[in-house]
T-cell receptor, first 113, second 113 residues
Framework: SQQGEEDPQALSIQEGENATMNCSYK?????LQWYRQNSGRGLVHLIL?????REKHSGRLRVTLDTSKKSSSLLITASRAADTASYFC?????????????FGQGTRLTINP | DGGITQSPKYLFRKEGQNVTLSCEQN?????MYWYRQDPGQGLRLIYY???????QKGDIAEGYSVSREKKESFPLTVTSAQKNPTAFYLC????????????FGEGSWLTVV
């Protein structure tokens, strides 16, 4: 099964509201990253949080990490229509002896004007 | 401009044909990756290479082949043995080691006709 799983699978909110997406994972990690993908495009890195960090900010983005619960959340404040995209978490972990970046299934975020 | 270039953007393959997707990076990254993405799904790792002339299978390598003769280039061949090749293919690169951001190309759409 997937190392990282996002929740919810889809989220639709009004412009100006905050959007929260969650990611859960199964094994110990070195760090966790969040990426954004516009439809039909490549992924763009948003933020990286290391296993010894609990919270990180970048502009309107806030990421938290709870290693005891093996979960992370991405908060986008004051959402804009341009934030409409899919958001993926990726965990940097050892899988079958090799260091790999494993992506979740993503959350499809729609911001309604 | 620095970045990752994938070509072609759209490719149609007939049954029984091999096709090769190109990926070139000028970021001086050691590691390169190929991912497959099916509609509405996350990314699955096909192959990765941490250094020239070396590469490892990812989670879904069957029916695919790669080469890494140059640091800048990591072409992916989708062979006729891949029974369901219609998907979005993403190439990526990064510096070696844990915790490094992965940079993605814009992707290639492959359709079997």
């Amino acid at each position: 099964s997937q190392q990282g799983e996002e929740d919810p699978q889809a989220l639709s909110i009004q412009e100006g509201e905050n959007a929260t997406m969650n990611c859960s994972y199964k094994t110990s990690i070195n760090n966790l990253q969040w990426y954004r993908q516009n439809s039909g495009r490549g992924l763009v890195h948003l933020i990286l949080i290391r296993s010894n960090e609990r919270e990180k900010h970048s502009g309107r983005l806030r990421v938290t990490l709870d290693t005891s619960k093996k979960s992370s959340s991405l908060l986008i404040t004051a959402s804009r229509a341009a934030d409409t995209a899919s958001y993926f978490c990726a965990t940097d972990a050892k899988v079958q002896g090799a260091q790999k970046l494993v992506f979740g299934q993503g959350t499809r975020l729609t911001i309604n004007p | 401009d620095g970045g990752i270039t994938q070509s072609p953007k759209y490719l149609f393959r007939k049954e029984g044909q091999n096709v090769t997707l190109s990926c070139e990076q000028n970021l001086n990254h050691d590691a390169m990756y190929w991912y497959r993405q099916d509609p509405g799904q996350g990314l699955r790792l096909i192959y990765y290479s941490q250094i020239v002339n070396d590469f490892q299978k990812g989670d879904i390598a069957e029916g695919y082949s790669v080469s890494r003769e140059k640091k800048e280039s990591f072409p992916l061949t989708v062979t006729s043995a891949q029974k369901n090749p219609t998907a979005f293919y993403l190439c990526a690169s990064s510096y070696q080691g844990s915790g490094n951001t992965i940079y993605f190309g814009e992707g290639s759409w492959l359709t079997v006709v």
